[in-house]
């Protein structure tokens, strides 16, 4: 709590000073990502990030890193492959403020893979919260993120599902049908998938009837 509080201050305190600097200067001078700069550095884009832009990073604190499994970090420091495909995976190519991210269901990242937005509870960027919003750098945008977001490789459907964090419902209904272990496996298969909001239109006893009657699903 004093953490979050501290980084508040931090952006609110900053945020005209900062709106000179680049991404990658700010994120130096804050002193709240020693391990994202070094990531930064590491994975040779530095100079990407200090370019024009404009970006949208979403911006996982020291802390955020420090909650990944032990051997983690070290692992993607010793691999710069997959340690550049982390970091491109929180940078998006355009400048999104906070009003504008939760118009889009997701956002396609440098890595390629897309973000899921989920805007319930407050914003959630592919499960990370946003802890602190908007802070404006002269190429492009920061957000603060609570959590470390790895890239799906390779990941089946299921997978993506469950991490989008809007088709619960779905995936509930997967796992009642049995329906989990066939998508998981072969394919390829498209699979035009209802979110919770679109469940939720249903008639409360039609869509308990069909996840209690796994034959009907």
Known sequence: MKKTMILILFALVSLVAFSQKNI????VESGNFKTLVAAIETAGLADVLKG????????PTDEAFENLPAGTVKALLDNVSKLRSVLLYHVVSGEYSFESIVLYPALQTLHGQSLAIDTRGGLKIDGAAVTVKDIKASNGVIHIIDTVMIPREEANLVQVARDSGILETLVLALEKSSLVDTLRSGGPYTLFAPSDIAFARVPAETREALLNEPQWL
């Open 24 to 27: 990658v200067d700010i994120a």
């Open 52 to 59: 024009s832009g404009p970006f949208t990073v979403f911006a």
